[in-house]
């Protein structure tokens, strides 16, 4: 049984004490939340007042990237083995955000994969296709592509640590998510594919959605099968919005 787990990516968002207050307050209110697994992405330099904050509840912390190496010549990095020691349990790797602003390749994101595991760090590798992508029908063969390549060289019990996260490039911070057919066509499609490859350790990793999550679309898109969480991007910097994605079974339709 896959227990869901949503991830709140602050992206370059917040200040330090903005940042400190907001964690402050999702303590608050999903500090003792049960049957889920939460975790907050600040950026690196929130890292560590916000760690203080949370070591004392359930939610745990998320980077939003790291360094394929874990130290060296890299101006402006940040290494897993730094992220490590702040107790750092998840870490984004590949948002689309990367690739498009960053030039992040496939390539990249494997040694970032590997980086990560390393490190005790559980990745969340990020894959989806653009929109003209999806108008030309290239969906399942463009998250295949990315997924061979993302994977290329990973072991079933390195894949056990592993979670994907299906983020369509078009959902992301536009307000149209995919709808939870589409999502779900697409999670089902990367099941089969991990089965395949690792076997039944695929039934224990989590798939992720990220795209235009709300607490009005999140209940639906958690129906499916195959969705374990989300990746939550504009709504996790409202510490309401957040806890009403993550409490989503709060939010089932009345029986007609
Ligand atoms: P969004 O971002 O929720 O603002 O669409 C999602 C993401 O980038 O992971």
């Known amino acids: 049984m896959r227990k869901p787990l949503f991830i709140g990516n602050w992206k370059m968002n917040l200040t330090g004490s903005e940042a400190t207050d907001l964690a402050k307050k999702i303590t608050m209110s999903l ?26 509840s ?6 939003q990237d790291l360094h394929w190496e874990d130290k060296g ?3 402006g990095e ?4 730094m992220l490590a020691e702040l107790r750092v349990k998840y870490v984004i790797v ?10 992040e390749t496939d ?6 994969i590997d ?11 990020c894959l989806g296709e653009k929109g003209e992508e999806r108008l030309a029908g290239k969906t399942i063969n463009v998250v295949r592509k990315q997924m061979n390549a993302l994977l290329e060289g990973i072991t079933p019990d390195q894949a056990r640590n592993i979670n994907l996260a299906y983020e369509p490039v078009w ?6 998510n995919a709808t939870p057919e589409q999502a779900q066509e697409v999670h089902k499609f990367l099941r089969d594919q991990l089965t395949k490859r690792f076997g039944e350790v695929a039934r224990e990793m989590h798939i992720l959605y990220g795209g235009s999550v709300r607490p009005d679309n999140i209940y639906d898109l958690m129906m499916q099968p195959d969705i374990d969480g989300a990746l939550v991007g504009s709504s996790s910097l409202d510490a309401e919005h957040f806890s009403a994605i993550v409490r989503y079974r709060d939010r089932k339709p009345a029986a007609v």
């Open 31 to 56: 500090g003792s939340v049960e049957d889920v697994d939460v975790a907050i992405a600040p950026s690196y330099l929130a890292m560590r007042p916000v760690s203080s904050i949370v070591s004392a």
């Open 58 to 63: 359930r939610i745990e912390l998320c980077s």
């Open 73 to 75: 010549p890299f101006t």
């Open 78 to 81: 940040v290494s897993g083995a």
């Open 94 to 103: 590949g948002h689309s955000e990367r690739r498009r602003n960053f030039g």
């Open 107 to 112: 390539l990249m994101i494997n040694m970032k």
């Open 115 to 125: 980086a990560a595991l390393r490190n005790n760090l559980i990745p969340i590798a």
């Open 171 to 176: 959902a992301i911070g536009t307000g149209h």
